[in-house]
Structure formats: C-alpha cells, structure tokens
Nanobody
Framework: QVQLVESGGGLVQAGGSLRLSCAASGRTFSNYAMGWFRQAPGKEREFVAAIKWSGGTTLFADSVKGRFTISRDNAKNAVYLQMNSLKPEDTAIYYC?????????????????WGQGTQVTVSS
C-alpha cells in the first residue's frame, strides 16, 4: 500500500500564497505520476494539477493556470503545489493523488491512491 500525507494547508487572505506538500511512503513504484485535486463544500471533486515522474510534463486546470505551479522531488517521494494569487473560490480540501503508471488525467477515477486532504481557506 501507498500512504500519501499532505501538509501546508491553512487560512490565507485573498491575494496571498500557500505551498502544499505531499509525501508518499510505503510501497514504491519505479515511475509514478502525482497530482492534486480539491473539493469545496457542496461541490464535486475537481482536478487541480498533475505532474509526471520526470517533472517535464504537467497538467493544470484552467482555473489555476498562471497562479499555481506543481513540482516534485523524487528523492523525497514528494510533490508540491505552490499557490499564488489565491482567491476565495480556491477554498477547498486539497487532496494529493498518485498514478502508479505515470499517467496524468483530469478524471479522479484514474488515480490509484489518495491522501486524507488538507484544508485551504482563502478569506476575502
């Protein structure tokens, strides 16, 4: 099994920044993709960003392009989400995900492992 543990969430004012981290442990794979989803109260879980093993291929939701960046440190089995110019509509629980075949998708159903989530709240 793989465990994903997120950290870095919190309360921030609109226009501010936060950096989320996610560390993977347990069973390892030779190459795997990682990413982030989020879910706001009363809404469906939505894709935020994802990155392949090499770090050279990334995918972003239109709503966060130009504001969020994703990166990873394979030596630490970690992925990071740098969130800038935060808006109240970014408020959600953010989940770290992993795809063991190093594929990135918009669909949450195609990720094999999920973290427990970390709350991000952006005040206006």
């Amino acid at each position: 099994q793989v465990q994903l543990v997120e950290s870095g969430g919190g309360l921030v004012q609109a226009g501010g920044s936060l950096r989320l981290s996610c560390a993977a442990s347990g069973r390892t794979f030779s190459n795997y993709a990682m990413g982030w989803f989020r879910q706001a109260p009363g809404k469906e879980r939505e894709f935020v960003a994802a990155i392949k093993w090499s770090g050279g291929t990334t995918l972003f939701a239109d709503s966060v392009k130009g504001r969020f960046t994703i990166s990873r440190d394979n030596a630490k089995n970690a992925v990071y989400l740098q969130m800038n110019s935060l808006k109240p509509e970014d408020t959600a629980i953010y989940y770290c995900v992993l795809n063991k075949l190093n594929r990135i998708y918009y669909s949450p159903a195609l990720y094999d492992y999920w973290g427990q989530g970390t709350q991000v709240t952006v005040s206006s």
